[in-house]
């Protein structure tokens, strides 16, 4: 960013009014209050924060492009930019890898997958199945009517007398939802089958105990599922169900791998049209490598490059200036679509991701920045905020970068070059928040399916959890759609997405603040760490 265009937003800062982050704050809060009290208006006004996104989005690509060359020819020879290169990649690696420790300790104290079923739900399980002598052998119409009746009954419980309309949605429900768990149960009986091999050999058999824990862990998911289904549809139920039961080729880790790999190495014009970010950031990386090793033959194509930079920061500035109403909208049509009940649904989940988010956010990263960026984290928080609002309600790392980088480089003054460097790869491949929510969400599912996970089945999903992040592309639910693998990966049903879905775009927005916020914090750390080598470098000479 060049001398002037920066004193002209000091002189834009100085004028009377209210400051773009205040309006921002305001703009969440009566986004949220026209949202809770006016829930029809808010949707009716989701055009504008579409716009807003659109807008962000249309950046995306051209200032990646120019920045990473910009970036890349400041940082002078391909040793410097080796090394940063270098730095970046393995903080972000250590405090994603940190994310998901956080994320595992506090879903392993917490425990939020392991709630009791209502009462009368337990008692009626344990009067039809728990009565069984020995290896349970079948699953009778009797007990799936039973369950039925013992679900109805929940469901229907507080409900007004004359409420026919819900009495009836609870009867659909309860049926869909007894039945989803025969099929289960009866599933689980075949597996005790070995289903391949000539030899017909028996797996292990299922013993009683184990027989209790999986009904348990089925009708816990059809809880879900239902309580789903009474505060919004029948239909939304049966989707969230249908959801997971997707087929396609499972994703596999050495798939996923072989995804990304084909990411990094495309067409750059493909890559583009496709919003790949990755495949952007090589190529441009490699473009701007190549322009200055080229000398004085590369110097037009980089003055070009210097040029549209300087364009699309300004751009960017124009579009911020829309922030706030996007902000609004957005937050207004989220919390009425959602409403505020959804959220108590699977309350103590929300709670487990958000306290770990917390600990993350708040506490390791802030003192990460004190230490290793010698910042002070308040002051660093008050120069960026506006991002960390955009990303709240845009729930997308790429589309707030462009947001990013301007409050980066113009309000934290971390140097240019490596703003523009570290930030896109930051906004990609550093996502602190998704990794911990990969992982207690992993663990949750197991919990809710009562499923023992042992410490081998632990580690493998802190590494899946570290992939999934890393690989996951900062658009909203991108999470969600990586999380296959870290369920695949230790043999978890894949029907627990379901679950999680129902609450996901809260936590969306929570992550996605922690993920930008782990990127603006890193790129103040390297960003430090560069000016400690070029104060060194001229110190020596
Ligand atoms: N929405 C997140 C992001 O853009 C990714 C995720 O779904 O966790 O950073």
């Not at 834009?12 to 209050?33: F, R």
């Not at 400041?74 to 940190?98: D, Q």
């Not at 992993?442 to 802190?462: S, T």
Request: charge should be positive; proline fraction near 4%.
């Amino acid at each position: 960013m060049t001398e002037t265009v920066q004193n002209k937003e000091k002189e834009s800062e100085k004028k009377p009014g209210l400051s773009l982050t205040t309006q921002i704050g305001i703009a969440l809060v009566l986004g949220i209050a026209l949202g809770v009290w006016f829930p029809d208006v808010a949707i009716s006004f989701r055009f504008v924060g579409e716009i807003f996104m659109a807008a962000l989005k249309m950046l995306i690509v051209p200032l990646i492009v120019v920045t990473m060359i910009v970036g890349v020819a400041s940082l002078g020879t391909p040793k410097e930019l080796g090394r940063l290169g270098g730095r970046a990649v393995i903080y972000y690696f250590a405090t994603t890898a940190l994310a998901v420790v956080v994320g595992l300790i506090a879903v392993n104290l917490m425990k939020p997958g392991e709630a009791p079923l209502p009462a009368n739900i337990q008692t009626s399980l344990q009067k039809t199945l728990g009565s069984q002598k020995g290896s349970p052998t079948s699953l009778s119409m009797k007990h799936v009517s039973q369950i039925q009746k013992a679900f109805e009954a929940h469901l229907v419980d507080g409900l007004d007398k004359k409420d026919d309309k819900k009495r009836k949605k609870a009867a659909v429900l309860a049926q869909q939802a007894s039945a989803s768990f025969a099929v289960t149960l009866r599933t689980y009986l075949k597996s005790q089958v070995a289903p391949k091999g000539k030899t017909k050999e028996k797996a292990a058999p299922i013993t009683q105990a184990m027989w209790m824990q999986r009904a348990t862990g089925a009708l816990r998911a059809e809880l879900v599922f239902a309580r789903v289904g009474m505060r919004q549809t029948v239909k939304a139920a049966a989707e969230l169900r249908a959801r997971s039961q997707r087929k396609g080729p499972p994703l596999t880790v050495d798939r996923f791998l072989y995804m990304q790999i084909k990411k990094i190495l495309m067409n750059p014009f493909e890559a583009m049209a496709k919003g790949n970010v990755l495949g952007i950031i090589v190529f441009s990386l490699l473009l701007g490598l190549v322009l200055v090793t080229l000398g004085a033959r590369g110097r037009p194509a980089l003055d070009l490059a210097e040029s549209l930079n300087e364009a699309m920061m300004k751009l960017v500035e124009w579009i911020m200036l829309l922030t706030p109403y996007g902000v609004f909208s957005l937050i207004a049509y989220q919390v009425a679509r959602s409403g505020w009940d959804i959220l108590l649904l699977l309350g103590k989940y929300m709670l487990c991701v958000l306290v770990a988010l917390f600990v993350h956010g708040f506490i390791i990263l802030p003192i990460l920045l004190l230490i290793l960026g010698r910042r002070s984290p308040l002051q660093f928080f008050s120069q960026v905020r506006s991002a960390l609002g955009v990303a709240f309600s845009t729930s997308s790392s790429s589309a707030t970068l462009p947001v990013s980088m301007e409050v980066s480089e113009h309000n934290a003054q971390v140097p240019a070059k490596v703003s523009g460097f570290v930030l896109p790869l930051g906004a990609t491949i550093n996502m602190d928040g998704t990794a911990l929510y990969e992982a207690i969400a992993a663990l949750f599912i197991a919990q809710i399916y009562g499923i023992d996970l042992g410490l081998g089945a632990q580690i493998l999903i802190f590494m899946t959890a570290a992939l999934a992040a890393i690989g996951a592309a900062g658009i909203p639910s991108a999470g969600t759609v990586t999380m296959v693998m870290v369920l695949s990966a230790v043999g978890l049903p894949l029907s627990g997405i379901g679950l999680i879905l129902a609450v996901d775009r809260v936590l969306d927005m929570c992550r996605t603040t922690v993920n930008v916020w782990g990127d603006l914090i890193g790129a103040a750390i390297l960003g430090r760490w560069e000016q400690d080598e070029e104060g060194q470098a001229e110190a020596s000479t």
